[in-house]
């Protein structure tokens, strides 16, 4: 299971969510496992049912103004009644005031308890946005990522086969480089996969009998992109006569990545195919298909419908004596 630590957290967004640490050193390697967060309102008031202990504890100006009607033995007994669990940490949103009776008990049981200026609801966002982006499920994979009017192809084969010559190509004709060689994935909500560079490699590319090249200098920024979401998968294979390939296109063979199945189209490889120009195709066919149109089941049914009337046609003349 991935996790996030709280030092970590505040390694990457100290700054971005304005966070200060109240506590010292302590606690900051409990684990953050959980991207949503959790409000302890109804905890302070003495209901414990479906207490979510595991997740961030945000403290608001409706908790904090609820513990401030309390006398301070009865503040303690409400406090006391979160810390006894586990928390990862606690977050106090709009630069409150923090009641020094829940300093003493997060100290108390090694808890970190961290400060913001940003409103609740607001800070809830980013820092939801944030964890869930960290503990999405990740996997890394051979090929290359590239942006064709805008849909994510990713390109897969054996070594030397042509990805990133083909990439290349793309690029020269408009299209955009995500990433090539190494591809991490991430797999965001439940029916999408974001494609990443690796952070060493920058955009550059290994080209076989040239070396490495840096796209950005060559081509423009233009020339590149961070991230995309991958909606195919484009596998290049070595042509092979005792291989039966797709000829129609009506039906769509799937794979799966994180979970996540996407479209996978298998195109034969041999020395003076223009895979570039074919890649251009498949990818206006993907909008197309996004948009309720299927060129192949158009044809089918086109096919379909001057069977149909010649067979009619048929039996007329056939049943026609006069």
């Not at 299971?1 to 700054?15: G, I």
């Not at 504890?57 to 033995?73: K, R």
């Not at 206006?284 to 069977?307: I, P, Q, T, V, W």
């Amino acid at each position: 299971m991935k996790t996030v630590l709280v030092k970590e957290l505040l390694a990457d967004r100290q700054e971005a969510l304005h966070l200060e640490v109240l506590t010292g050193d302590i606690g900051l390697d409990r684990k953050i496992i959980i991207a949503d967060t959790n409000r302890p309102g109804l905890a302070f008031t003495g209901y414990m049912g479906y207490f979510l202990w595991e997740r961030v504890q945000i403290i608001g100006i409706t908790e904090t103004g609820y513990l401030e009607t309390l006398p301070s033995d009865k503040r303690i007994e409400a406090i006391k009644r979160i810390t006894s669990f586990e928390l990862p940490c606690i977050v106090v949103t709009k630069k409150l005031a923090v009641h020094p009776e829940l300093l003493a008990e997060a100290r108390a049981r090694n808890i970190p308890v961290l400060r913001t200026d940003i409103d609740t609801t607001e800070f809830i966002h980013r820092l939801s946005s944030y964890i869930d982006n960290m503990l999405a499920p990740t996997t890394t994979m051979h090929g290359t990522l590239v942006d064709v009017y805008g849909v994510g192809l990713l390109y897969t084969g054996d070594s030397g086969i042509g990805k990133s010559e083909c990439a290349l190509d793309l690029i020269e004709r408009g299209h955009r480089l995500v990433a090539d060689d190494v591809v991490t994935i991430k797999k965001r909500g439940e029916r999408v996969l974001m494609g990443y560079g690796n952070q060493m490699l920058q955009h550059h590319m290994e080209i076989r009998g040239i070396g490495i090249v840096d796209l950005t200098t060559l081509f423009g920024i233009r020339s590149v992109r961070m991230r995309k979401r991958i909606e195919v998968e484009v596998r290049l294979k070595r042509w092979s006569d005792d291989e039966d390939y797709e000829r129609l296109g009506l039906e769509e063979k799937p794979t799966t990545i994180l979970g996540v199945e996407i479209p996978l189209i298998t195109v034969p490889v041999v020395s003076g195919k223009n895979i570039s120009v074919i890649s251009e195709v498949l990818a206006m066919n993907h909008l197309l298909k996004l948009c309720g149109y299927s060129s192949a089941e158009e044809f089918n049914n086109r096919l379909l419908d001057s069977m149909q009337k010649k067979f009619e046609s048929v039996r007329f003349v056939e049943d026609d004596l006069e």
